[in-house]
């Protein structure tokens, strides 16, 4: 299986051009939030509650 390469076209407005999918359905194109550069799910999984969310990195230290 081949991976995406996302291709995002603008003109720094408030709008852009792209070819990825939504993450949850696959059917809709997802929606690109140019305010903080990442791919939502499509507004149709959006209104069905679907939302991303980014996981923190847990780093665990121990004193010996």
């Known amino acids: ?5 996302p291709k995002i076209v603008t003109d720094g407005g408030p709008w ?5 999918p939504c993450g949850v359905c696959g059917n809709s194109h997802a929606v690109y ?3 903080i ?5 499509c507004w149709e999984c959006q209104r069905k509650g679907w939302r991303t969310s980014k996981i ?3 780093r665990l230290w121990f004193k010996r």
Do not use: K, S, Y
Not at 1 to 5: A, F, S, V, W
């Open 1 to 5: 299986m081949e991976l995406l390469t």
């Open 37 to 41: 550069g990442a791919f939502e799910p």
């Open 16 to 20: 852009a051009i792209h070819n990825m």
């Open 56 to 58: 923190p990195e847990w």
């Open 33 to 35: 939030n140019l305010h």
